[in-house]
């Protein structure tokens, strides 16, 4: 099966999850709202790429795609959550997000507010559900490490530092350790949640991890490039905000050849980190290669 | 020990948890910005009265107070992360909160987005830690009850119903059902919390959950004829809010005097459910007292 015909298939499947879950959100309008604001959030289209790297760090162990979707799916939820909120006035001020009003432009700033939060909740929910494993240890850690992952010393923090005055004079090191809590975070999570389900040796563990980190910069690299340079009718969003907003980018520091240069370099570095797994992992190969090249 | 020494103790408590939880943000200033903005939020002084009801119901049990403070430092978190959402100038706009200015004022709109997130992030990092209960059984499910709690079937459901324009029509009994999300939900983790700590049976926890529920109507109503007639110096924030804001609430349905009445049929209805744990569930029934009395 192709790459693309696959992370379509457990896009689906993520998304028929996230409608199961948030179906039926009550009887009166004022019932309705939250839940509609959720699932306008959550069920808006994306690549769901977090989820397939799930499904497959997962599947290198043996863990059914079935098994490892409940998770998947948590991820995802705070995935969106992060964009719900990044998007805010108060944050980002995006009006546009996937090509459709941003959340608080659809519904209102204080429902975009709360969507975020619901999500955000709804992701631990799945996560110590007993569908999502039956072994609470595992479910316990899958929450553990989602948390960390997304919390104050993760995601969060990212997203703080992106926002601080003094990021205009972040040196390439210092940006590429705020995306790393921003975005490689989540990313770390997905491989890591994936060896938790398959309950994997430190050594693979490792590996994933590596992995990880190195798509995660390339995710990020790539998604400069293409803010840079790209057509915002293609992508459904506002181009060159970054630099019109005076934002850290490495774009902006290193160049885009030395950018370019780096960019492959990354997806070599996140290509070895998979050898330990041989031709088992060549999904995950080909996956970091898609998330990059669809960007430029 | 008298309620208010012990109430205190327990606040101090969780202060402690909190404080080493929340050490060593980061070295640069903007690293330190978001930790600084949780320290604000969480530790502001409130009374800690929902950690209190967690430790009193967990000792129905036997569970001792230290085995209990760390799920209840995690209530705590999902508490003061719902405050710091609330005061935002999207939500219910409130510039003081605890006689000091509002997390958003102190910092700023985005912080105090991203300090709400993290604190709602951290609770499920506490509860999902080994160091809360050594049962990943009794971790998992503690998340579960605590995400439906918070979640968008539990307290954000609540404020969206409160901050909804149809608020103004709601019936008695409608505005009963919304304060029961919005502040009864997390009384009843607090009591639930403790039961499942304490493994208590089906009959025992059912006991405590009505309890929970006549202490958070009361609870409210008290908080409400507050607003309606209080002071605001004693109360450390402005009062005759909701009133100005055309909010919903019982007094403006009941009137004064058949509130006053009802709260006293709520404290006897908390008194009641707590008859089968006797004189063991003593400080209970003191704190829905002294929960009412010190509003009025």
Redesign the interface.
């Known amino acids: 099966m192709s790459l693309l015909a696959e992370l379509e298939r457990v896009a689906a499947a993520v998304e028929r999850r996230l409608d199961r879950l ?1 179906a039926e ?1 009550g009887e ?4 309705k ?3 509609e604001a ?1 699932r306008y959030a959550a069920l808006s289209g994306g690549k769901r790429l977090r989820p397939l790297l799930l499904v497959e760090s997962a599947r290198l162990f043996g863990v059914k795609e079935e098994e490892a979707l409940p998770a998947a799916t948590a991820l995802e939820c705070i995935h969106c ?1 992060s964009l719900a ?1 990044d998007d ?1 006035p ?2 980002d001020d995006d009006a546009v997000r996937r090509g459709r009003p941003a959340l608080h432009i659809a519904f ?4 975009a ?2 969507a ?3 999500l ?3 992701a ?2 799945i ?3 007993e569908g999502t494993h039956p ?3 595992i ?3 899958l ?2 490490l ?3 992952a ?3 010393r993760g995601m ?2 990212g ?3 992106d ?5 205009q004079s972040f040196t390439p090191a210092e940006i590429a350790a705020m995306q790393e809590l921003k975005t490689g975070a989540l990313f770390r999570f997905a491989c890591e949640a994936g060896a938790a389900l398959g309950r994997a040796g430190l050594t693979e563990r490792a590996a994933l991890i590596a992995y990880a980190s190195s798509f995660g910069q390339a995710f990020q690299l790539a998604d400069d490039l293409l803010d840079a340079e790209g057509d915002a009718a293609a992508l459904g969003k506002a181009v060159a905000k970054d630099a019109s907003r005076g934002k850290a980018t490495l774009i902006a520091r290193l160049g885009p050849d030395m950018a370019r240069q780096r960019l492959d370099e990354l997806v070599v570095e996140a290509e070895e980190a998979l050898a330990p797994f041989g031709d088992r992992a060549i999904t995950l190969v080909e996956t970091v290669r898609f998330a990059v090249d669809r960007k430029r």
């Not at 926002?163 to 990021?167: A, C, G, H, K």
Request: charged share 25%; hydrophobic share 45%.
């Open positions: 948030l959100p009166r309008p004022e019932d709202r939250l839940g959720m959550y909120h805010l108060a944050m209102d700033e204080a429902t507010i709360l975020g939060d619901a955000l909740t709804l631990f929910e996560l110590s559900d072994d609470p240890a479910r316990a850690e929450v553990l989602l948390a960390r997304a919390g104050w969060a923090q997203q703080a530092l926002l601080s005055p003094e990021r």
